[in-house]
């Protein structure tokens, strides 16, 4: 069965400094990929998304994620963590253009001055 | 440009009792989805409608279903509401191929069974 595993449940980092959030999955194939960002109470935005070609995407809000087949992995990552970068990061996947979204549990990102 | 919108924003329904949940779709979507987020959980999926019907499910009852309108837009409905029903309940909407295209999420309805 398809499954994302997100492994941190919930990680601080300094204002300014990097940030890397894991994402592994579990495919037959390589699927459509996903980050999203909730705000407390809000719904999901999409942040950036993978298909094929270039492996390294970038996204909104300063955002970039990189996938590496070989390890089945979809990281997260941003140069320098702003105090708005706050909230619950969901990494998701779709089998083919059709496919309803599979999430992981998401990891909650706080973010100390 | 209207996104997703979900109504009600909150409401609270006492067990077995019956609740409906409404989303109106981005302009120039056709599919809608709806997802059941429980807390400190990531989005479940319920169903996929387009074009009416019902195209995928997830793994929930038949107690959960749905509907969409020739406008696009959606209802949820939940019957024989349980506690374990209690959850934030997400719609997104997409072109067809919402994998290739793009999700939009509305920012969901929370449900609270008491």
């Known amino acids: 069965a398809q499954s994302v595993t997100q492994p941190d449940i919930h990680i601080t980092v300094s204002e300014g400094a990097s940030l890397e959030l894991r994402c592994n999955y579990s495919?037959?194939?390589?699927?459509?990929l996903f980050w999203y960002v909730q705000s407390p109470g809000q719904g999901l935005q999409l942040l950036l998304k993978y298909f094929s070609g270039d492996t390294l995407v970038q996204g909104i809000k300063g955002f970039e994620a990189e996938f590496k087949r070989s390890q089945s992995s979809f990281n997260l990552r941003k140069p320098s963590v702003h105090w708005s970068d706050a909230a619950e990061y969901f990494c998701a996947i779709t089998r083919g253009s059709q496919g309803n979204l599979i999430f992981g549990k998401g990891t909650k990102l706080s973010v100390k001055p | 440009d209207a996104g997703v919108t979900q109504s009600p924003t909150h409401l609270i329904k006492t067990r077995g009792q019956q609740v409906t949940l409404r989303c109106s779709p981005k302009?120039?979507?056709?599919?809608v989805s709806w997802y059941q987020q429980a807390l400190g959980q990531g989005p479940q999926f319920i169903f996929q409608y387009y074009e009416e019907e019902e195209r995928q499910r997830g793994n929930f009852p038949d107690r959960f279903s749905g509907h969409q309108f020739p406008n696009y837009s959606s209802e949820l409905n939940v019957n024989a509401l349980l506690l374990g029903d209690s959850a934030l309940y997400l719609c997104?909407?997409?072109?067809?191929?919402?994998?290739?295209?793009?999700?939009?999420f509305g920012s969901g309805t929370r449900l609270t069974v008491v």
């Open positions: 997104a909407s997409s072109r067809r191929g919402g994998g290739l295209y793009g999700y939009t």
């Open positions: 302009s120039g979507h056709d599919t």
């Open positions: 495919y037959g194939a390589t699927p459509y």
